[in-house]
C-alpha cells in the first residue's frame, strides 16, 4: 500500500523534514534543527505539530446518539456541556483498549479524534455499534494541527481572534479565510495549546502564518519527548488491547457517575479491577544516571525478581535526564521503590516515581 | 602523526606513534540526531577489531560504537559522557570516544583514507 502524505507535506519539505513512516504516513519525525531545540522551543516558544494523520471522526445526533454512546463510552456525556471535550477509551468488554481517544460534544453531535493506526478499526467497531443511525464521517477532508507551548495563545489569537478566551478541554467553531475551523484548547505535550480542525485546502496557509508570527513546526520525534515527560500514554506502547484503563492509571477518565450503573462496554471488568484492585499497574520510572531504558526494558526488584516491562523510555530534554513508563505488579508500584532496568545485560538503578516528570499548568479559567 | 582513516561503521581514527584515538564521524552524529547518552569502554581492558567498544543513543534509538583496531583502552573522553551534546558539536577532534594501545598496526591498512569515506558515506546515506 502506499504511504499517505498530509496536505503539509510540502510545507514540511521546506522546512527540510526527515520523513518516517508513521500509520502508513509520511510524517516528519524532525525538521533541521533537531529533536532536542524542537522539544525546547515548544516548552518555551511554540510549536506547531501536524497531527492531520490523526482521525478526525465526526458523528451527528442528538440525544439517542448520546445514549449509545454512553453504552460504549466511561463517560457521562449527558452531563457533558456543549463544546467541552473528554479523554476516553474504545474499549473491549474484557475492558481492553482499543484505542485512546479525545471526544468533544458540539452542537451537531460529536466530534471524536482517533489514533492514525487504530482509526480505521475504530470506525467499524463504532459502526457495528451504531449501525446507521446515525451518520459517522470519518473526515479525509480536514486536516489537524496543534499549537502547542506558553506562546501559542497570543500567536493563534493574532490570526484568528477570540481562541485566547477558550477555556481548557473546550472548543468552538472560529472562522480562518471564510472556512469553518473547530478549535480546541487541548494538546498532548503538557503545555497550554490548541488542536485546530482545518479544511485540507487551507491548512497550509494557516500553518505559514502561524510560522510568521514566530511559531515553528515540529516533528513526531520532539511530540514524544514533550509527551512522555508530561506522563501522557502512546497507544500501541503504553496502552494495547491487553490492558486496561485503571491497569494505566487512567481511572481519572472513567466518570464515577457511569460506575455506580455500569452498562458501558467493558463495566464488569472496570467495575472489579475498581474494587479488588490490578495486578499490574502503569507507573513513572526515573532511572539514576544516564541510562536510557528503551521499551521492553526489564524491570527487576531488589531480589532479582521480573516485575515488569518499560512501554515507553527515552531522553527528556526539559528533564534533562532520562525518563520512563511501564507496567509493574502493583506491590512495586508506590513511589520511590527502588527497581533495576536491564539494559545491555547490565541490572541499573531507579525507582518509582509519580508522573509527570515535567508539570506546567495548564489555563483552567480565562472567563 | 599519520592520516586520518575511517571505518564502515562510521568510525575514525588517528594514529600517533602506537596510540590511536578514535571517535565517531560527523556523518554519523547527522544520521544519529541529538546525542544523549555515551557509554565508553573500560580503561585497561582489551578491545578487538571489528568489536563493540560503546554505545551512543539519540532521543529516538541507541547504536553502538565498534573500534576499528585492536588493542588496549589507554584513556577515556569523559566530558562525552557527562555531556553527549558535545558529540554533536565537535564528533571528529574534541568529541573523541577512546584511545588505544594498538596490537597490529597493519589493521590500520584495511580502513579507508577521506575520500574514499566520504563516497562511502554519500552513497550508504543516498
Known sequence: METKKTSLYQLHQDCNAKFVEFAGYQMPIQYSEGIVEEHKFTRNHSGIFDVSHMGQLFIYGGEDLIKDLEKIFPLDLKNLKLNHSKYSFLMDKDAGIHDDLIITKTKEGFLIILNAACKDNDFK??????????????????????????????????????????????????????QKVYITRSGYTGEDGFEISIVNDFVDQLTRELINKGSKLIGLGARDTLRLEAGLCLYGHDLDKDK????????????????????????????????????????GIKPEGRIIAREKTKIFNQSDVHIGEITSGTFGPSVNGPVAMGYVENEFSKKNTKVFLEVRGKKHPASICSLPFYKKSYVKGVN | MSEVKYSKEHEWIKLDGDVATIGITKHATEMLGDIVFAELPEKGSSVEKDGTAGVVESTKAASDVYTPVSGEVVDTNQAIVDDPSKINQDPEDSAWFFKLKIKDPSEMDTLMNKDDYDKFAKETSA
Not at chain 1, 459502526?127 to 470519518?138: C, G
Not at chain 1, 485566547?164 to 468552538?172: A, E, I, P, R, W
Not at chain 1, 491497569?247 to 452498562?263: M, T
Open chain 1, 244 to 283: 486496561t484503563p485503571v491497569e494505566a492509571n487512567l481511572k481519572w477518565a472513567i466518570s464515577k457517575e457511569r460506575i455506580s450503573k455500569g452498562d458501558f462496554i467493558g463495566s464488569d471488568i472496570i467495575i472489579k479491577q475498581l474494587n479488588d484492585g490490578v495486578s499490574k499497574i502503569r507507573v
Open chain 1, 125 to 178: 467497531i463504532l459502526k457495528e455499534f451504531l449501525k446507521d443511525k446515525y451518520k459517522m464521517v470519518l473526515d479525509e477532508n480536514r486536516s489537524l494541527i496543534a499549537i502547542q507551548g506558553p506562546k501559542s495563545s497570543e500567536i493563534l489569537n493574532d490570526v484568528i481572534n477570540g481562541v485566547k478566551d477558550l477555556n481548557f478541554m473546550s472548543g468552538n467553531w472560529f472562522t480562518f479565510e471564510n
